[in-house]
């Protein structure tokens, strides 16, 4: 029932009492209006402009912008009149610029945006000069005119054209050549010689270089100069070791003998002797000794005192009557070295002794895996003797296996050599040594020349389980890496036969992987503690979750309650209580398969009826007893019957992760999970 007022259009009010002007232009003219305009309010309207350099699409002085008007760039070199003889406009967004035209150079210079250019041939008079340059030049300065620059004798170009024109403006092109002097630095070092220099490194300086004393001159130039270039020209001198020591040889082997190269006679030389030992399969040891040696035989010899079983390197060295380089021999334990694979089953090394000939002997002792396998489960041992300098054997392997071969002999004071050889022909590049880590870990090596690159393996892996046919695990993923020794942990279930298929598209090659998971303890029974009476007290069996392996069997042991704190599940003399009758040491009373156990399922004690195997004897009246309910695991066909295997002659330590052949059906069942329930009768 009340009024309201609307101001009208272009103004605002309070909706009662007034309205005023609304000023359209405070939005922004570039909101309002547009790009390149200006904004002007009026009372109850406004209205837009273009700026200066500018004009509205729709030719209109002002505009209002709902039409879609909008400001467009004006070309001012379209009018008449604006530049004149010789000259040249040029447009710019809001603006212009005048130019002269090559032949005419302005002539009262510029008034606004106008030019005056005067037509006549530009002189640009003599070009200027550059330091340390000689300019080329053909005397002419009109317009167009060029001329040329170079450095001197002895300066290079840094930077710069070396070329100037005369312009229409009458000057020459700004260059910014520069021309430094020639400087080739330090000459490079030559080894084993010294250089004399005075110094300089300008352009044609010489340096002469000179063998350091103990060297002698072997060829080549030894002088260098400073080029143009500011290089030194590459010299080619040659210094070898003066011929004091030569035709070294070791004998008796800890024996070294040489040959002197001066002829004089009765001339007394002293030699100095560096020894350094070190033992390749001992890291700490170090051996070090040093001393001179005076002799005046032209054919010296010297025993040295060193330890058995250690590689030596000796430095013989003349320090008088003039000193000489170093001359370095080697003395090598009798032994062998550089143990190589070839043709994936055979191998080859190097022997250190000066023997050759001389027949060695070598034991071999391998020991054999299969990959899935933790433990070595195949041993050879042998014995070879040959004479040879690098002898060669090739051994029976098989393959899909990885093998260690231990390699020593008897006469160098038990030298030996280790070595790993994996047995997998077609996918030695991509995967070797493959080991199983943690029971669902994997990892192997990848070749050497392939490390450090990214490669993409595919898995495809199914578990399975003998004894539980409806199972049926898969998984199938990518892996990328760069590493040369890639690792993968698998989720994978427990008690579960897996194969795992390993392939990289890279190589188009693919391993199969076999790998078998334990089974852990079963969970405890979940059972309530409560005390009952009556000839057939009830229990309730509740269903155990299957998270660490799955469950085979629930049991029920009745026990006389003095027994309670003694009996073990997994004694040796819990066998006895595997049978079908009441026992006054215990009994069992009911066997139920793992898939007929439902939740809180009930079963009443003594009531007379078989569960399994078992008979369910009646409970003597004024008798008290502990009842065990137990949780059974079983797998891979291994039973905890050491009793009986013991009688057999055999004494065999069975745990889950051991496979017996010979032994019979035997089958393994984890006992210790068990808790009591204690009956009133």
Same mark, same amino acid.
């Given at each position: 029932?009340?009024?309201?007022?609307?101001?009208?259009?272009?103004?605002?009010?309070?909706?009662?009492?007034?309205?005023?002007?609304?000023?359209?232009?405070?939005?922004?003219?570039?909101?309002?209006?547009?790009?390149?305009?200006?904004?002007?309010?009026?009372?109850?309207?406004?209205?837009?402009?273009?700026?200066?350099?500018?004009?509205?699409?729709?030719?209109?002085?002002?505009?209002?912008?709902?039409?879609?008007?909008?400001?467009?760039?004006?070309?001012?070199?379209?009018?008449?009149?604006?530049?004149?003889?010789?000259?040249?406009?040029?447009?710019?967004?809001?603006?212009?610029?005048?130019?002269?035209?090559?032949?005419?150079?302005?002539?009262?210079?510029?008034?606004?945006?106008?030019?005056?250019?005067?037509?006549?041939?530009?002189?640009?008079?003599?070009?200027?000069?550059?330091?340390?340059?000689? #300019?080329?030049?053909?005397?002419?300065?009109?317009?167009?005119?060029?001329?040329?620059?170079?450095?001197?004798?002895?300066?290079?170009?840094?930077?710069?054209?070396?070329?100037?024109?005369?312009?229409?403006?009458?000057?020459?092109?700004?260059?910014?050549?520069?021309?430094?002097?020639?400087?080739?630095?330090?000459?490079?070092?030559?080894?084993?010689?010294?250089?004399?220099?005075?110094?300089?490194? @300008?352009?044609?300086?010489?340096?002469?270089?000179?063998?350091?004393?103990?060297?002698? $001159?072997?060829?080549?130039?030894?002088?260098?100069?400073?080029?143009?270039?500011?290089?030194?020209?590459?010299?080619?001198?040659?210094?070898?070791?003066?011929?004091?020591?030569?035709?070294?040889?070791?004998?008796?082997?800890?024996?070294?003998?040489?040959?002197?190269?001066?002829?004089?006679?009765?001339?007394?030389?002293?030699?100095?002797?560096?020894?350094?030992?070190?033992?390749?399969?001992?890291?700490?040891?170090?051996?070090?000794?040093?001393?001179?040696?005076?002799?005046?035989?032209?054919?010296?010899?010297?025993?040295?005192?060193?330890?058995?079983?250690?590689?030596?390197?000796?430095?013989?060295?003349?320090?008088?009557?003039?000193?000489?380089?170093?001359?370095?021999?080697?003395?090598?334990?009798?032994?062998?070295?550089?143990?190589?694979?070839?043709?994936?089953?055979?191998?080859?090394?190097?022997?250190?002794?000066?023997?050759?000939?001389?027949?060695?002997?070598?034991?071999?002792?391998?020991?054999?895996?299969?990959?899935?396998?933790?433990?070595?489960?195949?041993?050879?041992?042998?014995? *070879?003797?040959?004479?040879?300098?690098?002898?060669?054997?090739?051994?029976?392997?098989?393959?899909?296996?990885?093998?260690?071969?231990?390699?020593?002999?008897?006469?160098?004071?038990?030298?030996?050599?280790?070595?790993?050889?994996?047995?997998?022909?077609?996918?030695?590049?991509?995967?070797?040594?493959?080991?199983?880590?943690?029971?669902?870990?994997?990892?192997?090596?990848?070749?050497?020349?392939?490390?450090?690159?990214?490669?993409?393996?595919?898995?495809?892996?199914?578990?399975?389980?003998? $004894?539980?046919?409806?199972?049926?695990?898969?998984?199938?993923?990518?892996?990328?890496?760069?590493?040369?020794?890639?690792?993968?942990?698998?989720?994978?279930?427990?008690?579960?036969?897996?194969?795992?298929?390993?392939?990289?598209?890279?190589?188009?090659?693919?391993?199969?992987? @076999? #790998?078998?998971?334990?089974?852990?303890?079963?969970?405890?029974?979940?059972?309530?503690?409560?005390?009952?009476?009556?000839?057939?007290?009830?229990?309730?069996?509740?269903?155990?979750?299957?998270?660490?392996?799955?469950?085979? *069997?629930?049991?029920?042991?009745?026990?006389?309650?003095?027994?309670?704190?003694?009996?073990?599940?997994?004694?040796?003399?819990?066998?006895?209580?595997?049978?079908?009758?009441?026992?006054?040491?215990?009994?069992?009373?009911?066997?139920?398969?793992?898939?007929?156990?439902?939740?809180? #399922?009930?079963?009443?004690?003594?009531?007379?009826? $078989? $569960?399994?195997?078992?008979?369910?004897?009646?409970?003597?009246?004024?008798?008290?007893?502990?009842?065990?309910?137990?949780?059974?695991?079983?797998?891979?066909?291994?039973?905890?019957?050491?009793?009986?295997?013991?009688?057999?002659?055999?004494?065999?330590?069975?745990?889950?992760?051991?496979?017996?052949?010979?032994?019979?059906?035997?089958?393994?069942?984890?006992?210790?999970?068990?808790?009591?329930?204690?009956?009133?009768?």
């Amino acid at each position: 029932g009340k009024k309201v007022c609307i101001c009208n259009y272009g103004f605002v009010g309070n909706g009662r009492t007034h309205c005023q002007d609304k000023d359209e232009c405070q939005i922004g003219a570039s909101k309002i209006c547009g790009e390149h305009t200006s904004c002007h309010n009026t009372r109850g309207s406004f209205y837009c402009i273009c700026l200066e350099g500018y004009h509205p699409s729709n030719n209109n002085k002002t505009f209002i912008p709902n039409d879609g008007t909008y400001c467009t760039d004006t070309d001012e070199c379209q009018v008449s009149g604006l530049c004149g003889v010789g000259g040249r406009c040029v447009n710019t967004v809001g603006s212009y610029n005048c130019y002269c035209m090559e032949g005419y150079r302005p002539e009262n210079g510029t008034a606004g945006n106008t030019v005056s250019c005067k037509g006549e041939i530009t002189d640009c008079g003599r070009p200027p000069s550059i330091p340390n340059t000689d #300019m080329i030049w053909n005397n002419i300065s009109q317009l167009g005119s060029a001329v040329y620059y170079q450095c001197k004798k002895g300066y290079r170009s840094i930077n710069g054209r070396n070329m100037s024109r005369c312009t229409y403006n009458g000057s020459w092109e700004i260059l910014a050549l520069i021309c430094k002097e020639v400087d080739c630095g330090i000459p490079p070092p030559i080894q084993h010689a010294e250089l004399v220099w005075n110094p300089s490194s @300008s352009l044609g300086s010489v340096v002469q270089y000179s063998c350091h004393k103990g060297f002698e $001159y072997a060829g080549g130039n030894n002088i260098s100069v400073c080029t143009e270039e500011g290089v030194w020209v590459k010299n080619t001198l040659k210094c070898t070791v003066k011929a004091a020591i030569g035709n070294v040889s070791i004998f008796n082997q800890t024996c070294v003998k040489w040959r002197r190269s001066t002829r004089e006679t009765n001339l007394k030389m002293v030699y100095l002797f560096h020894v350094q030992g070190r033992r390749w399969h001992q890291k700490a040891f170090f051996h070090e000794a040093t001393f001179t040696f005076t002799t005046e035989e032209e054919i010296p010899e010297l025993c040295l005192d060193l330890k058995a079983g250690t590689n030596y390197t000796v430095n013989i060295t003349v320090v008088s009557p003039e000193p000489s380089g170093p001359v370095t021999v080697t003395i090598k334990e009798e032994g062998f070295s550089s143990v190589s694979v070839f043709n994936d089953t055979c191998l080859k090394w190097k022997r250190h002794s000066g023997r050759i000939g001389v027949k060695e002997t070598y034991l071999f002792r391998i020991l054999g895996r299969s990959w899935y396998q933790k433990e070595f489960s195949r041993e050879m041992i042998f014995n *070879f003797t040959t004479g040879e300098e690098t002898p060669e054997v090739c051994l029976e392997l098989n393959s899909g296996a990885n093998y260690m071969v231990n390699i020593t002999t008897a006469s160098s004071k038990g030298t030996s050599a280790l070595i790993t050889i994996a047995i997998k022909t077609e996918v030695k590049e991509a995967f070797s040594n493959m080991r199983i880590l943690n029971d669902t870990c994997l990892t192997w090596r990848q070749s050497i020349r392939r490390a450090d690159r990214k490669e993409i393996y595919s898995f495809h892996i199914q578990g399975r389980r003998w $004894y539980q046919k409806e199972f049926f695990h898969e998984m199938a993923f990518n892996l990328t890496t760069y590493g040369q020794t890639p690792e993968v942990c698998l989720d994978l279930r427990p008690g579960t036969n897996y194969t795992a298929n390993i392939s990289t598209a890279a190589l188009d090659l693919s391993v199969l992987v @076999s #790998m078998t998971t334990p089974i852990i303890d079963p969970p405890f029974p979940e059972i309530e503690f409560v005390t009952v009476r009556g000839p057939a007290p009830a229990l309730s069996l509740r269903k155990a979750e299957d998270r660490n392996g799955p469950i085979s *069997f629930y049991q029920v042991i009745v026990l006389p309650l003095a027994l309670q704190s003694t009996f073990t599940c997994d004694s040796l003399a819990a066998v006895t209580f595997f049978s079908n009758a009441t026992d006054a040491e215990g009994y069992v009373a009911a066997e139920f398969l793992a898939k007929d156990v439902a939740d809180n #399922m009930l079963i009443s004690l003594g009531d007379r009826h $078989y $569960y399994g195997a078992f008979y369910n004897a009646p409970l003597k009246q004024g008798k008290n007893y502990c009842v065990v309910l137990r949780i059974i695991s079983q797998w891979n066909k291994v039973m905890d019957l050491l009793g009986i295997i013991e009688s057999q002659g055999w004494r065999v330590y069975i745990d889950s992760h051991t496979f017996l052949e010979g032994a019979g059906l035997l089958n393994f069942q984890h006992l210790r999970r068990r808790k009591p329930l204690c009956i009133r009768h």
